[in-house]
């Protein structure tokens, strides 16, 4: 048997929702909380669109989302980002409208690949390691479970 790319994607996504599924929640020092929701608002300071917040409205593919974006627009929706990593729900609000304008800017879709794009994009940005772990977690791991899973999983940052 010939292993082609959508094998090996398939595979990569099994592995990394494990990975997702089989490790225990890290623990996060406060200090690092507070990192990341101050560099979290800064990103968000420096982003060109009007959010909105819904409990609804969840975008079915990218093109959808972009063509919101490309008129300054996007929402965002509440399922998109429980986290219990932030101390008040505006900043996974916000990361929230960071990854999905990182989408956007890397013309990735919602596949593996895309959401491991969106990731190295945000990464660059990161102000340290352990930001980029709880980011990995947030993004690629977290996004495999759900292409795994073929919904939302619990959310948990986990550094496997």
């Known amino acids: 048997m010939t292993i082609t790319s959508e094998h090996a994607t398939a595979a990569q996504v099994q592995a990394l929702a494990r990975l997702y599924f089989e490790t225990n929640p890290a623990q996060i ?37 972009f063509a ?23 900043y996974g609000f916000i990361f929230q409208a960071l990854h999905d304008y990182d989408h956007y800017l890397t013309d990735s879709d919602f596949s593996l690949k895309g959401e491991i794009t969106s990731y190295n994009a945000i990464a660059k940005r990161a102000p340290s390691l352990e930001i980029q772990k709880i980011l990995y977690s947030e993004i690629v791991l977290r996004s495999a479970a759900y292409l795994d899973q073929g919904q939302a999983p619990s959310p948990k940052i986990v550094f496997p």
Not at 34 to 62: A, G, H, K, T
Not at 68 to 88: C, F, G, K, T
């Open 29 to 65: 020092s406060g200090e690092t909380i507070v990192e990341l929701c101050d560099w979290l608002m800064s990103e968000f300071q420096s982003l060109p669109l009007n959010l909105e917040f819904s409990d609804y409205e969840r975008y079915s593919n990218e093109t959808e989302m």
């Open 68 to 90: 919101d974006i490309e008129q300054e627009h996007l929402w965002v929706s509440a399922d998109s980002y429980d986290s219990s990593i932030y101390p008040n729900p505006i």
